[in-house]
């Protein structure tokens, strides 16, 4: 069976603000072989990743994204394996590649899955799923009053965990860093999971990350995560030799295995966070999960779109009993609750369960989509080289 | 003085062919402030480069390079830092950001060298420049008795070194592998340096990289570059174990400072290679000579496009005096020798000097370039956000 096309739709709200939620937007893929049709989603920037698709070749290891895979097999889990090699290979020298066939592995799998009737997770080659607890993850409140208010509400809607991050945290003084940090602890009460994610906010600074350590091991936070980019080892690895109790958070930047392999080798990370919709797809997370569980690191979904991204990053560890922690958006706008005619809730005792349906177990929905579709055209020589396809 | 505009123009061969030579396409970056102007150039995938310049914003993270540029103040070495620190911050989540950096990066350092009448290595604070020695950077021809010619070939323009990559090697038999490098080394003779690029060919397989080890010492490869892909750093260290007088280099595919430090620290490399128009410009390419300098590693220029790239890649080491060799692409497609109106070549004895002249010291050759240029246009939403601006 052979992939006959793969095609891209531009979503997002009519505006996207300047604030740190990604659920304003997405890249949403379809693959179709025969009469087999998967559903996929690539993390962040849909032009650029529509542009890596399609862009005319520069040389033999910098090829568009879909010489790699239309006109392909796809009848087992290694045809993913073997399509993924490829556009790595081919498209070594195109950066957004890692993002874009993120999507496509994602959407391969989903197809697979439906076409053997098998959820992901069992093609991955788990006996079984477990339960994951889901944290509510919001953006810190403009102030401790706003963040208080957040926290108490999470609460109360059941979650038992729950992850502030960004808005002006890190940015502002240690001072108010603290009143936020002990307003989500208060918010929370005694017995809630508090997770922090400082969003890359001190890049490589160690000093400016240490000065938060006192209170963050005062309101027992859980983990920290990414005081600094993606990358910085050593920085990493300083940090993690003073954080006792809290464990240190990051990799949801890494768009290889290479990458989130040196984070959890070399960074002191006790959580590492991945991204399906960056890394390359559920292949290569399934890939960091088993790493992560064979070297005693705990496995993380990142996930801040849609409940088909939520689906795709569930799966690598949806066999890992005690990698329980999961991450679960709850602010999301309307395009990501509109993409999907089903959704996934965490259930009456707050515990999250991975669709037990074909493939993904989620289902676009094309007329919910329609009002967020963004018409894209792309001339390259006066000649059309993309455009929005009908949603079908 | 503020910036002004930022200008990008694609350019390619009428037809580029599916080998490994980058010099096919390009994407010439122009940044203009006040009545300045300098100019650049990012590595590969110029259309998806473009995107990235100007896609709408996806979250606080995402947002298109241009908008951390335009309007912002450049006086002085400071600045390009302060813009590339804005670039990655705002644009982190959006892969392509830090090729698509680069290239302005690297028109920023052009325009403040024109404008203040140095040339950029000076600015970088270096007191004096030193002759490179450069190697013919040629692909192996398509058979031994090919390459053979072409070693001869290079000997007789007065080359002392060359180095062969891509084409066959590595994808076919070791016997074939064999001969060719033979045929390499009698083609230089005993004298010639001779440097091996397997281009990734064996991706993180040691055992693959292993089998050509007791040839490449046969011949006495200076450098075995890129057994595997950039990242696989156990894989380099484990081969840098067994590779004896035969140093292992890479790491152009690093498109930022903490993957080139990690080449240097963890993967046992001798040659540490950098792709100024990758890496984030000619400001972090001076970062890494200086860490690679701090730790015994050689710092060698990435190059494979115009004499622009060119000055731009020798800027960051040009005053580390032991740092010799450098990379001087001699196949270049007519497009990249048609793009500047001066050009940079070996001197008499085989060595290679960088422009002593304000900035990159090299003027694009706007009517050369014409024929090149590739006309796009990118709608979104029925609105126009790119279309190939006038050449100026």
Chains 1, 2 share one sequence.
Not at 96 to 115: C, K
Not at 330 to 344: D, P, Q, R
């Amino acid at each position: 069976m052979k992939i006959d096309s793969v095609d891209v739709y531009y979503l997002s709200m009519p505006q996207v603000l300047d604030i740190g939620d990604g659920s304003q937007d997405a890249l949403l893929v379809r693959v179709a072989a025969g009469e087999h049709v998967g559903w996929g989603e690539c993390e962040a920037s849909p032009l650029v990743s529509i542009a890596s698709l399609i862009c005319p070749m520069s040389h033999s290891a910098c090829k568009p994204v879909i010489a790699s895979v239309l006109g392909q097999e796809i009848n087992e889990a290694s045809d993913i394996r073997r399509i993924g090699d490829l556009v790595r290979a081919n498209s070594l020298d195109l950066l957004q590649a890692d993002h874009t066939l993120s999507g496509i592995d994602i959407a391969l799998w989903d197809l697979l899955g439906r076409r053997l009737n098998e959820p992901v997770w069992k093609l991955l080659g788990y006996k079984k799923c477990f339960a994951k607890m889901p944290y509510a993850s919001v953006l810190f409140g403009s102030d401790a009053d706003e963040t208080l208010s957040k926290a108490k509400t999470i609460i109360a809607q059941g979650f038992r965990a729950a992850k502030f991050g960004w808005g002006p945290f890190g940015l502002s003084s240690v001072e108010d860093d603290c009143a936020q940090l002990v307003a989500a602890r208060e918010g929370l009460g005694d017995e809630g999971v508090l997770l922090v994610d400082a969003g890359t906010v001190w890049n490589a600074d160690v000093e400016a990350a240490r000065k938060r350590l006192k209170i963050l091991k005062e309101v027992r936070a859980t983990w920290l995560e990414e005081p600094f980019v993606s990358g910085a080892l050593s920085e990493y690895h300083a940090l993690s030799l003073e954080s006792g109790p809290v464990g240190l958070a990051g990799g949801e930047g890494c768009h290889n295995f290479h990458m989130a392999k040196h984070m959890v080798d070399h960074a002191g990370l006790k959580y590492v966070q991945i991204d399906a919709g960056r890394i390359g797809g559920i292949s290569i997370a399934k890939d960091v999960a088993d790493y992560a569980a064979a070297k005693g690191a705990i496995y993380v979904n990142h996930t801040f779109t849609s409940n088909l991204a939520l689906s795709a990053s569930l799966q690598p560890f949806a066999g890992l009993e005690s990698h329980t922690i999961c991450e679960f958006p709850t602010e999301l706008k309307s395009l990501a609750s509109a993409m999907t005619k089903n959704h996934i809730a965490p259930d009456e005792n707050g515990l999250l369960h991975v669709p037990d349906a074909p493939g993904l177990g989620i289902e676009p929905d094309l007329e919910g989509i329609a009002p967020y579709l963004v018409e894209v055209e792309i001339q390259v020589r006066g000649k059309r080289v993309y455009i929005t396809p009908p949603l079908r």
